[in-house]
């Protein structure tokens, strides 16, 4: 069983920023959002070339490559999924034509079986999805933070509920860090791995603390 872990957060929180560190020859980059990464010397690290980076928004494609990575691919440790959210966004202009309910049971099925496909993966392989994050108030006045999704179905689904680390990334006066525990937001680690509620923004430090899990 494959390694899953989401970090979600708002534009600008430092969620493709956090993958900086990671080994391009052990690494393999789905830039979803096909707007490149977000450091110097990004485009020597990753490319076609090297056969580890693909700029894809199509769930299946995905799905398919994952599974080859999986099988065919040992010397690939980590996909990176950059974001969750460019996929559903491009699934849902795509249906844009389309009337019902029938089109948002099609994207909420499309995502939700990538997430789960990609917790059935190698047991060496970690799979990192990055998805942006939204602020709400429930009828009671509490404020809390989540994953953004597409459509009320993917909301009563809780795409949370099929990670078992959510890490929140937030910029806070220029210090960028990972919440690991829930603090009016549906961040969680597993028991143990991490004693701090922020860590820094770093997914090297977050994989190697997660290996005994």
Known sequence: MSKVICVAGESGSGKTTSMRNLDPASTFYFDCDKKGLSWKGWKKQYNSANKNYRATSEAKSIEQILHGISEKSPQIKVAVIDTLN????DDEFSRAKEKGYDKWQDLATSVWNLVSMANTLRDDLTVIFTAHTQTERDDSGFTFT???TSGKKLDKIVLESKF???LISKA???KYVFETHARNSTAKTPMGA???D???NDIIEVIKALEDY
């Open 86 to 89: 460019a996929i559903m966004i």
């Open 146 to 148: 989540r994953i953004k």
């Open 164 to 166: 078992t680390t959510v």
């Open 172 to 174: 806070i006066d220029g």
């Open 194 to 196: 991490f004693e701090q």
């Open 198 to 200: 922020e860590i820094p």
